[in-house]
């Protein structure tokens, strides 16, 4: 990790107090000076001048000049996303947020899925064949296998991983739960309240249950764990304003903001930036809109946001080369903090 130039300066400011009080307490106290002593305390004020200090991720890439990595669905182009496998990966392969899209079973629990329907990435088709309905969605109408249709215990009974490949087969829709107990102390969580509007129709306060399953694990203050911080996103903004003014939630908010829609005028303009600073500490991005208008990394962060643009993936990397050819133009020439990567393994560190 590394240290910006204040924080070098103040650490070692810090040492020298350190060594100076330490050294009028021994000249009260001993006569002659502790050579092996003295050696220890020059090394401790050497070690604050020149040792990476860790400061938690949470703190955002804007203070701590850090790059940060999320783990878009887990290591999701290697492994069945958000399963339990994916998010391993994404540990080892260095990430230091690991997302989890969020949706919520019948019975009322937390699961890692990133759409409101099983069929795409279970075999909910075989196993449940006539527990589809018409549902309206993205202007088509088609059978669909609603999450909120099924408990957790049909849930768990589904494949969640032969779809993308035979090694994965018998993987299993995580709980929020279990992806918590999995990330826990070795990386950040990064939910993201997905279609909250849609489950409020319903009756079911996802934000609630959001904090409720943070305050469970003793994760719903900043700092609680400095080894797991947790920033919580949405596309909806009534989503975190609910968290940030009717729930008192302290924890970063980042809100999402996607290239298709009407969202990205509201937001995007200074008066939209300053009126998202009131809520959340951060914006994240479609990556199209950034390389719209490269100005806006410097417009938010002029506003007091941190920059997060999605999806950067092997599989789309436009004119670039290469994946890691793409995070680093969007990580070092315009300047945004942290990205969302389906390839943690390919994420740039350092320049
Ligand atoms: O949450 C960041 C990015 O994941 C947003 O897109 O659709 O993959 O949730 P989506
Ligand atoms: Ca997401």
């Not at 969640?160 to 739960?177: D, L, N, R, S």
């Not at 890691?324 to 390839?343: C, K, P």
Request: aromatic share 8%; net charge positive; hydrophobic share 40%.
């Amino acid at each position: 990790m590394i240290l910006t130039a204040s924080e070098t300066r103040s650490e070692f400011r810090l040492g020298i107090i350190f060594w100076r009080h330490t050294y009028h307490m021994q000249s009260l106290t001993q006569t002659s000076v502790n050579n092996k002593r003295r050696l220890v305390i020059i090394l401790f004020s050497a070690l604050c001048l020149f040792a990476p200090v860790v400061l938690p991720a949470h703190r955002g890439a804007a203070e701590s000049g850090r790059k940060i990595l999320v783990a878009h669905r887990g290591a999701s182009a290697y492994a069945p996303e958000h399963t339990l496998e994916a998010y391993r990966l994404a540990i080892a392969q260095g990430a230091d947020y690991v997302e989890q899209d969020l949706q919520i079973t019948r019975d009322g629990v937390l699961v890692c899925l990133h759409d409101l329907t099983l069929e795409r990435t279970t075999n909910v088709e075989e196993v449940f064949p006539d527990r589809a309905r018409d549902v309206m969605m993205n202007g088509t109408t088609g059978r669909r296998w609603m999450v909120a249709d099924f408990t957790l215990e049909e849930i768990k009974r589904l494949d969640a991983g032969a779809w993308f490949g035979e090694e994965y087969k018998g993987a299993k829709v995580p709980t929020w739960q279990e992806a918590i107990d999995v990330v826990r102390g070795r990386a950040g969580l990064y939910p993201e309240t997905k279609a909250p509007e849609v489950y409020g129709g319903a009756g079911v306060e996802m934000e609630k249950l959001v904090l409720a399953e943070l305050r469970k694990n003793r994760l719903d203050q900043p700092g609680a764990d400095p080894k797991t911080p947790v920033i919580i996103q949405s596309f909806s903004a009534a989503s975190l304003q609910k968290m940030a003014r009717e729930l008192k939630m302290k924890l970063p908010l980042v809100l999402l903001i996607s290239d298709q829609g009407k969202e990205r005028e509201r937001w995007l303009t200074a008066e939209g930036l300053k009126e998202v600073k009131k809520f959340a500490v951060g914006i994240g991005p479609a990556k199209q809109l950034l390389d719209a208008d490269p100005t806006l990394v410097k417009r938010a962060h002029d506003a007091g946001l941190t920059v997060t643009p999605y999806t950067f993936r092997a599989s789309a990397i436009g004119r670039f080369k290469s994946v890691r050819d793409e995070m680093s133009y969007y990580l070092h020439t315009l300047g945004v903090d942290a990205l969302f990567t389906d390839n943690p393994d390919q994420f740039p560190r350092g320049k």
